[in-house]
């Protein structure tokens, strides 16, 4: 499995091991992806059992879980992740219920027997760094080491979302054949520079995991109605007594079809048949 998608984003992560560990909580903004993302876990999660964080990256999840609970297998890509997670796990004093730590490829799961584990998580985008092919492997990989019954959580990048935030982020893209591209088929091969990175609608990853056995549970957005994240973050340190009222409201709306489909990620769970 050597395409160029593959070696382009094992450069891009190992470079970045830093930035991934504080993405989660470093704004109000971005702390929005994590604390809807574990709402939903503790909602769908079993009591106990063993969880596979696939694509796990420097092991944010891997170690919530862990202090939860969970055993928990952590799979990445990247070895540079992984060795910043070893330190973590260890830090959070957490290493008894990591069970295995893996570098390996959510397409190939060979590893694993089938109906292994008793929840499967894959957040934050690691299908998205996978071409067309691969995200399909990847989703038929995630559901088969899955236990009958068993909960599927994964996490992409939205498309609608960066058509939202170009004409203040980034107005200049809409210059460049690149920026149509994502706009016809999800694909972009200017991720932070040099990276790819498919962007999803949440109908196109709703038919990828229903080629599977599974029926669809929930469809999430995130971040909520896509607000600039600085605005986000202006109206939290400002406000925080409505900042509280509203992360209520967040909660409250989005499963909507709307904003599941304008935040810039959406988490899809699914039930393994
Ligand atoms: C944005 S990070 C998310 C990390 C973590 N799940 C989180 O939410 O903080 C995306 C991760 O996907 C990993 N990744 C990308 N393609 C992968 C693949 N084919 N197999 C395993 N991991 C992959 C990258 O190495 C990176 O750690």
């Not at 998608?5 to 929005?32: A, C, F, G």
């Not at 420097?58 to 997670?85: M, S, W």
């Not at 492997?137 to 609608?160: C, D, H, P, Q």
């Not at 149509?180 to 088929?185: A, K, R, V």
């Amino acid at each position: 499995m050597k395409n160029k998608e593959i070696i382009i984003t094992k450069k891009n992560y190992s470079n970045n091991v830093k930035q991934e560990w504080t993405r989660l909580v470093k704004d109000p903004y971005h702390e929005l992806e994590f604390s809807t993302t574990l709402y939903f876990l503790k909602k769908y999660l079993p009591k106990r059992g063993l969880i596979l964080d696939a694509g796990g990256g420097p092991g944010r999840y891997t170690i919530e879980l862990a202090k939860l609970g969970y055993d928990i297998v952590l799979l990445d890509l990247v070895e540079e992740n992984l060795e910043f997670a070893r330190k973590q796990i260890k830090k959070s004093k957490v290493e008894g219920k990591v069970k295995q730590i893996i570098q390996g490829s959510i397409t190939d799961l060979s590893e694993f027997s089938n109906n292994t584990f008793d929840a499967v998580i894959c957040l934050g985008g690691p299908l998205s760094h996978n071409t067309e092919e691969q995200r399909q492997k990847a989703v038929s990989e995630l559901v088969r080491v899955s236990k009958k019954n068993s909960n599927i959580f994964t996490s992409v990048m939205g498309k609608y979302a960066v058509l939202l935030n170009t004409p203040s982020g980034w107005p200049e893209e809409v210059e460049l054949k690149n920026f149509y591209n994502i706009i016809e088929n999800g694909d972009d091969y200017r991720w932070r520079g040099t990276g790819y990175c498919h962007f999803f609608t949440s109908s196109e990853l709703e038919d990828i995991f229903l080629r599977e056995k599974v029926k669809i549970i929930d469809k999430v957005g995130l971040e909520g109605l896509n607000i600039d994240g600085k605005v986000i973050n202006k109206f939290a340190r400002n406000f925080p007594k409505a900042w509280k009222n509203w992360l209520d409201i967040h909660i409250k709306i989005c499963t909507e079809s709307f904003v599941v489909d304008s935040s810039s990620h959406i988490l899809i769970i699914t039930k393994k048949l």
